[in-house]
């Protein structure tokens, strides 16, 4: 009887953990899923970078110093023009200098290839000379326009 009462228990326990298992299944079947990771995005086309349309730069400026024998401010009389003298460009609080020339012996200089724009054109003015115009002007330039011309006048000290 012993060994009919061990089998009726081991049976028991068997049924019981079967009943187990299948609560902690039938459990997880109730129990909310659990959400699966967001697929994950398409894969996006490649982007091509932002390219700027350059600005044609092909405005100018051109001019010439003068030495202003009568200090009147304008070439006239016996003015004659100055060669050897350095003049600027650069943005119009000449915080940048963009290019820089030096008068040909006729006095003449020229700036070609500007972008169109503001700029500031300066006269380096010598020590031995001051100024009887304006030393710096600050003009805009246009591509395919007639060139701003730019008389600088000085005179000896």
């Known amino acids: 009887m012993l060994d009919s009462q061990v089998m009726d228990n081991r049976a028991a326990t068997v ?5 187990l298992a299948l609560a902690i299944i ?4 109730n129990a909310p899923e659990q959400q699966e ?3 994950a995005s398409p894969p996006q086309p490649a982007v091509s970078p932002v390219t700027a349309t350059p600005t044609v730069a092909n405005a100018q400026v051109v001019g010439f110093v003068f030495e202003d024998k009568n200090k009147n ?8 023009r ?5 003049v600027l460009v650069t943005n119009p609080s000449a915080t940048k200098r963009i290019q820089e020339v030096t008068t040909d012996a006729s006095g003449s200089f020229g700036f070609a290839g500007l972008a169109d724009g503001e700029y500031r054109v300066s006269l380096q003015v010598p020590t031995s000379y001051r100024r009887t115009t304006d030393d710096s002007l600050t003009l805009k330039v ?9 008389h600088f006048g000085i005179a000896p000290n």
């Not at 591509?143 to 730019?150: H, I, K, Y």
Request: with cysteine.
């Open 15 to 19: 049924v019981v953990t079967t009943l």
């Open 26 to 29: 039938g459990c997880r079947s």
């Open 37 to 39: 990771a967001p697929p």
């Open 73 to 80: 401010g304008q070439f006239d009389g016996a003015d004659v």
């Open 82 to 86: 100055l060669g050897s003298q350095t």
């Open 142 to 150: 246009t591509a395919n326009q007639t060139a701003s011309e730019v």
